[in-house]
């Protein structure tokens, strides 16, 4: 079945450490997304990908990189400039490329916590 | 800019109870819509959508119509179980898909239901 998949469910950062959240999907979409989720806050948008070897900074960018080196793939690094990581993270595909008719597909997110 | 609100939870209930969650939204034009579920620990999955107005979406017994007069999209059902205890998130996509092709969200409405 298609789908996506992140890994690790739970993940754990020491002071000034960097870790990597992975996503890969196998639906052929072109656009990916990286949301984090703080409760009561509903999702807001990290960075977003609508093509390989291109991405763009979302609302909350500062402290959070990625790539795009492949369609399937798009990890998520948490840097040690972030300093409040502990949220639930949520990657998300879509094969809309902008039309906005397509529902986004989401994982079943990652769980970081601070050591 | 465009926004969500959602009624906020959280919302109790008695199995068989009548279920609305209020949504209304700010957009230019005709933005698409959608309900997305999110059970404990997982991420979100997709309930229903409507593209255009006067359209319902529905699925599992719930329902949803795209009103343009109210710009809302309220979410209803007839008669809840205890296995639909979850987040629910009300979202929506600009006409076009915006920018950065990403869904707007609501801040979540948590329903439990009681056996």
């Known amino acids: 079945d298609g789908g996506i998949t992140q890994s690790p469910k739970y993940l754990f950062r020491k002071e000034g450490q960097n870790v990597t959240l992975s996503c890969e999907q196998n639906?052929?979409?072109?656009?990916m997304y990286w949301y984090r989720q703080d409760p009561g806050q509903g999702l807001r948008l990290i960075y977003y990908s609508q093509i390989v070897n291109d991405f763009q900074k979302g609302d909350i960018a500062e402290g959070y990189s990625v790539s795009r080196e492949k369609k399937e793939s798009f990890p998520l690094t948490v840097t040690s400039a972030q300093k409040n990581p502990t949220a639930f993270y949520l990657c998300?595909?879509?094969?809309?490329?902008?039309?906005?008719?397509?529902?986004?597909?989401f994982g079943d997110g990652t769980r970081l916590s601070i050591l | 800019g465009n926004s969500v609100t959602q009624m906020e939870g959280p919302v109790t209930l008695s199995e068989e109870a009548f279920l609305t969650i209020n949504c209304t939204y700010t957009a230019t034009g005709y933005p698409s819509l959608f309900w997305y579920v999110q059970y404990p620990g997982e991420g979100l999955q997709l309930l229903l959508k409507a593209t255009k107005a006067d359209d319902k979406g529905s699925n599992k017994g719930f329902e949803a119509t795209y009103r343009k007069e109210t710009t809302s999209f309220h979410l209803e059902k007839g008669s809840v179980q205890v296995s639909d205890s979850a987040v629910y998130f009300c979202a929506l996509s600009p006409q076009g898909g915006g920018s950065q092709g990403n869904l707007i969200f609501g801040k979540g409405t948590k329903l439990s239901v009681k056996p």
């Open positions: 639906l052929n979409h072109d656009a």
């Open positions: 998300a595909s879509t094969a809309d490329r902008g039309g906005g008719n397509q529902p986004q597909h």
